[in-house]
């Protein structure tokens, strides 16, 4: 597609739920990367995808987090269990090839745990 | 790891006139540093970077000067407008691995008409 895609664009969900959070990266790009950004805050890493592996998931901040890319397109972020510490907006970006350049984030999935 | 740190939090400035906003890094091997520019309800988009073997790179109202020595970049915003009015983010990217990119906390930046 033109851009990165994120759905839905908002979710509530109660606490103790499970969500996941779909992102749509720039077709061809093989580099995928997911961030969490609180209000006021900058964007924080949590994973990274070359392909179909994750490349780097140093940031994700427990076992409540998982994702997975499976076919080097689509990755979906999945939240277990979830806490209102986790309420942010989830942002996913893709880049052509791994590397810190060319980064085209999408606008976020705004996750409301209440 | 590498960490950015960015000021000032806030920047108010009429509308004509010029805004800088500065960023320091830690990892003195670091060698790109970009520039994203987010509006409300979007994610951040890249406005302008520039790699280490350059002190300066201009593009129309925008600029960004980078002291390696220092370990420090900043942008400039020339002749400000209402739609520049956003917040903005510097970044760099660890020198292990040169992945994933390290945000700043960010700027709000507000132009007054």
């Known amino acids: 597609g033109a851009g990165v895609s994120q759905t839905p664009s908002n979710k509530v969900t109660e606490k103790g739920k499970y969500v996941e959070l779909r992102c749509d990266p720039i077709?061809?790009?093989?580099?995928l990367y997911w961030y969490r950004q609180s209000l006021g805050q900058g964007p924080e890493f949590l994973i990274y995808?070359?392909?179909?592996?994750?490349?780097?998931d140093s940031g994700l901040p427990n076992d409540r987090f998982f994702a997975v890319r499976p076919e080097g397109s689509v990755s979906t972020l999945k939240i277990q269990r979830t806490e209102r510490g986790d309420s942010a907006v989830y942002l996913c970006?893709?880049?052509?090839?791994?590397?810190?350049?060319?980064?085209?984030f999408g606008s976020g999935t705004r996750l409301t745990v209440v | 790891g590498e960490n950015v740190e960015q000021h000032p939090s806030t920047l108010s400035v009429q509308e004509g006139d010029s805004a800088v906003i500065k960023c320091t890094y830690s990892?003195?091997?670091?060698?790109?540093f970009p520039w994203y520019k987010q509006e409300l309800g979007k994610g951040p988009q890249l406005i302008i970077d520039?790699?280490?073997?350059?002190g300066e790179k201009k593009d129309q109202r925008i600029a960004v000067t980078l002291n390696k020595t220092a370990k420090h970049f900043s942008l400039h915003i020339t002749e400000t407008q209402p739609e520049d009015s956003a917040v903005y983010f510097c970044?760099?990217?660890?020198?292990?691995?040169?992945?994933?990119?390290?945000f700043g906390k960010g700027t709000r930046l507000s132009v007054i008409a």
């Open positions: 077709s061809g790009h093989t580099a």
């Open positions: 520039i790699r280490s073997n350059v």
């Open positions: 970006a893709s880049s052509l090839t791994s590397g810190p350049y060319g980064y085209t």
């Open positions: 970044a760099a990217p660890p020198a292990l691995g040169n992945t994933p990119l390290v």
């Open positions: 995808f070359q392909g179909t592996g994750a490349a780097d």
């Open positions: 990892d003195s091997a670091s060698n790109y």
